[in-house]
């Protein structure tokens, strides 16, 4: 169930560090 929010955070938190 959580799996697919855990890929859409891990995708928001690599786009986060990308832009950092």
């Known amino acids: ?5 855990s ?3 891990f995708k928001k938190i690599l786009t986060a560090h990308c832009l950092t």
Request: hydrophobic share 25%.
């Open 1 to 5: 169930m959580s799996s697919r929010s």
């Open 7 to 9: 890929h859409h955070l």
